[in-house]
């Protein structure tokens, strides 16, 4: 793999924009609150070069000499330089937005170095405070980490929709030290396949999304109770099931379930930082306890009883039998308890204690990424 890049704009991003937009002058500078901490840390402990790029609207002429301006400029950069900060590269666009220059953001035109098997641009990122940064991300095959301090500056000269950017804005943040937890730990996102000759299965995860979700099983209540992960489990889940139907529920069920528990398992990867265990809950008559490990080794302990065949279009029968198959794909032990008289209402509770202990299990800190666990492996 090539180096990982951020592409850091400077005004607006780790310097305050001014009134007038030109940081001519010493008393009109301020550093960006956190941003010499957290780039600091971002130096330090991550694996990305820093470049700056900045468009400097007329820089060399009379509005703009340059006499005001490289002083200023070069008091910034060795103030980050002292603080280990330092610019492999330093790219300052002079032109104006109506000389439509395709150097000027969000053209690529002093980056065509960039554009090589040297860079790994689609895991790099553009930071700024202007929604051209974030198109010069799309236009480079990277993400952008929008600073967006609602000053709607230079949304005149994106050259596309404004809604065609938010695919590309991977956050929106203007705390740089929640920039810099996003880029130390990632997103875990995981997709995997699984065929056999009575299941077809797709599944993606992102166990630090917000809780979208997309399933489609072919069984109403068991895609909503899938739901109940996604939603209170606060991950990103989509589920697509071609499942032989017409036999039964079973082999739809229980492939769902290994397959979710691999991908869980893909996702957490080396799991360092992670919480590890997870939480018990109250859904009106009924009350759900769901104590889980991804501690590297299977197993289920299942104390809840349904006196109805089905919930649903779902026998009760194997709600057991999906937790148990979850726990061999994840590599997970599973403590599961529930008691009430709607059978509705304890299935259900026990999906949304499960979604919250896993909540509470991968949840990471990004200052202690160490592995929970004495044995040095999970």
Known sequence: MGKKVLFIDRDGTIIKETVDEQIDAFEKMIFYPKAFTYLGKIAKELDYELVMITNQDGLGTDIFPEETFWPVHN??????ENEGVVFEEVFIDRTFPK?????????????TAYFSEEY??????????????????????AKGIFINDETHLGTGEITVKREELDAYIA???????????????ENRIAEISRKTNETDIQIKLNLDGTGKSDIQTGLAFFD???????????????????????VDEH???????????????KALGNKLGIER?????????????????????NWLVWDADFNREKVGDMPTEMFHHFFKSFTDGAKANLNIKAEGTNEHHKIEAIFKAFAKSIKMAVKRDAEKMVLPSTKGML
């Open 277 to 297: 265990y997870g939480f018990c809950l109250p859904m009106d008559d009924c009350l759900a306890q769901v104590a889980l490990d991804f501690g590297g080794r």
């Open 99 to 111: 000389d439509n220059a395709n150097t000027r953001k969000p053209g690529t035109g002093l980056l």
């Open 224 to 246: 909503h109770m899938l739901d109940q992960l996604a939603r209170h489990g606060q991950m990103d889940l989509t589920i697509k099931v071609d499942g032989d139907l017409e």
């Open 251 to 265: 082999h739809t069920i229980e492939d769902t379930a290994i397959a979710l528990g691999e991908v869980f398992s």
């Open 75 to 80: 008091f910034i950069l060795k103030s980050f």
């Open 171 to 185: 956050l929106e943040s203007n705390d740089w030290e929640k920039i810099y937890e996003f880029l130390k730990l």
């Open 120 to 141: 790994d641009l689609a895991n790099s990122f553009v930071i700024g405070d202007r929604l051209t940064d974030v198109e010069l991300a799309k236009n480079l095959g």
